[in-house]
């Protein structure tokens, strides 16, 4: 059922390991994660019939544009490949521009894939072309931003810097055993309160950090999926839009384009599969840029209503001490989010991680995962959105 | 006929004028051309289903990722917006996404727009980013690897600086009477040749400029483009990468990926249509970055063989002397390149440039242009490169 009506299958993923790769090029780190994925998809280069590349700021970080072209040099190949961005979610655009290509009849078998390379000039001060002039022009670093949204989700919701903590600490234990996570280090709660702030509430611990990073998948017409071992689908996805300014939305404790993007995603599904919500949805990657954001997602997605996240993480974590993971109680129903430590612990290479996020889970959909999750999935979710929410893009993967 | 078999249908363009607009913003660039299409495609803005849009370097010269959400909140809509970038070609890539977006049945009506603000910061060290590393640490601007093509292309086929001259002398007559043409000065090839040196044997004449500007289509679904006044078909397009390093091409007088891109375009027509072939073409818009562009073009388009470019220049040019319009007597039949200046004197907003070929193709074609060319065209043709040739795009256009 699922096979005839998804609008796309993925059939092999690959991804580098995150962290500070001072000895990789830009376009060597989605080469390798490229080549990783044809590996694992058991075809050719030459089958391939076009590329969407994501990555943010290669342009600032490493003097370089047009990555295309270095691509088909590298692989001696001549097919269109397109490059996309949106800051953080530019992975999570490529995903989707690849769905369309096949949903357009014009390619079989296309590579999306994500690339940053983060370690080099200065990432920070480059990270600010995330936000607006006018955030700029007041001194705001991306931190800052997230800190602001942090004050205001507690003030109104009464959410607390242990909750985030929480988050925090549960990420790098999902991260233990993770072979490609920037971060495998255990941290309490204790510890991370104790972090120097970045900017307050904000510490060290609750941000995602500056990595470096590939990944990449091979994605496929759902007419050849049948040709593949274990084909995971993409059976819907949604984008949204929001403002680039916080200052311009009406309550910067939520992300609307989140809200706008799970509801188009699970409309383009229910529109050709039997209806599902969010309540079928046990596994999902979700971006956890600050600490903040995760509970920001659990809530926008529709897990549990606006400012109930904070509670809910909190009585999970403590329900789940001394277990592997920490799955979380909501009143949509049991979910575990970011099994191999999200973006706070796997790494943020900004490029990369919309992909490495469809790469988590098709590895855990698949049982191939490395470092396997306690929950079986048919069907998981990840959400992956650009600067403060000026984009969000969530996609839906399902096997039968 | 067309109608029925096209991928999709323009019914509305606009652009704003290019040059140093030292006053207006990115955003604001891209809104006025948009905002100027919905007005001529007789839409609302709450009719665009998603947007596209091209720009190359806004990270380097305006500090500015993430545009969508800048879009977003400056239209007030929460729809997709992706941004695609391949250096000077980046405005072609968002027309061809676009028609994906059409094609893949997602959206009925989109907008493909492109921006560039480049009269800020350095843009000629910037611009640097379209070369490859290996060509940057030998000291190569983006002119200097023209320099070498050009050289080449002398050398092989005894193509003259005369020749060259005859192109930006050509493509000035052509902008005399275009309003948003960033130089609309009539020149010489005599003044030309006595240009000073920008990377010998290019003058500063045989350069496209560094230019602002904004450029937008709105592209529909082609069952919908009978609701339309004078809809202009999009019957094929097709995009094709080579190496990014010079130094890697077997050939360094072609570019490939133009080679692919036009054999791509045609093959997609002539899948659905009555066979047709580059003899049919008989206005273009062709990629004149550097006057050598356009012999390159002429050449890897296939309107002639490799090397005859440059006498069929010289001939043409002599044959209009004193005429609007150079029409170039190929060995494919009479085109007319470049009708409302090119890249070299209607200017060269890098991520604008794609978009701004398709408008001056869709005004021609309508008989809407205010500088009207003295060809009646049923079906042209758009080129548009990026960097040094590692991306190509060719876009075929018809009318009824």
Redesign the interface.
């Known amino acids: 059922m699922i096979e005839e009506k998804a609008y796309a299958a993925i059939v092999g993923v690959g991804q580098t390991r995150f962290g500070e790769l001072f000895d990789r090029s830009l376009t060597g780190l989605v080469l390798e994660a490229g080549l990783t994925a044809i590996k694992n998809a058991k075809i050719k280069r030459d089958d391939i019939d076009a590329m969407f590349v994501g990555s ?2 290669p ?2 970080l490493n ?4 990555i ?6 590298e692989l001696g ?11 953080c979610s530019s992975g999570g ?1 490529a995903i ?2 690849a ?3 096949v ?4 390619y079989d078998i296309v590579v999306a894939g994500g690339v940053e390379k983060m370690a080099e000039g200065d990432p920070v001060n ?1 990270l ?3 936000a ?2 006018t955030e ?1 022009v007041h001194g705001n670093t991306f931190t800052s931003l997230y800190a602001q949204i942090t004050r205001r989700h507690m003030h109104l919701y009464g959410t607390t810097r242990e909750q985030l903590a929480m988050v925090a600490s549960k990420n790098h234990r999902h991260a233990k055993d993770n072979p490609y996570a920037h971060f495998r280090n255990q941290v309490t709660p204790e510890q991370i309160l104790k972090g120097s702030f970045v900017a307050e509430p904000l510490t060290l611990f609750d941000c995602s950090p500056i990595s470096d990073g590939g990944a990449a998948a091979i994605i496929v017409s759902p007419k050849l999926a049948k040709n593949f071992k274990d084909p995971v689908y993409i059976t819907g996805f949604g ?7 916080l200052a ?1 939305r009406k309550n910067i404790a939520e992300i ?2 989140t809200k ?1 993007a799970v509801k188009r995603a699970f409309e383009m599904r229910n529109k050709r599969l039997p209806k599902k919500t969010i309540s079928d949805i046990n596994l999902a990657e979700v971006h956890d840029c600050f600490t903040i954001e995760e509970l920001l997602a659990m809530e926008d997605l529709g897990f549990c209503k606006k400012g109930e996240a904070g509670k809910i993480v909190e009585k999970s974590f403590k329900k789940h001490e001394g277990d592997s993971h920490v799955i979380y109680h909501t009143p949509k129903g049991d979910v575990l989010f970011n099994p191999g430590g999200g973006l706070k612990a796997a790494g943020h290479p900004v490029g990369a991680t919309g992909i490495r996020q469809l790469v988590e889970l098709v590895d855990q959909m698949r049982g191939t995962s490395g470092h396997p999750a306690p929950v079986k999935s048919k069907m998981a979710l990840s959400h992956n959105i ?2 403060t929410g ?2 969000a893009v969530v996609t839906l993967y399902e096997v039968e």
């Open positions: 943010f700021i342009a600032i003097n370089q544009g047009l295309g072209a270095k691509l088909a040099e190949v001549d097919i269109p490949i397109y490059r996309c961005e949106s800051a655009d989707t521009l769905v369309q290509g949903m357009a009849g014009l480059a600010k072309a995330a607006s002039e700029r984008k949204g839009s929001a403002s680039l300014n311009a609307p384009s706008i650009g600067g000026g984009n």
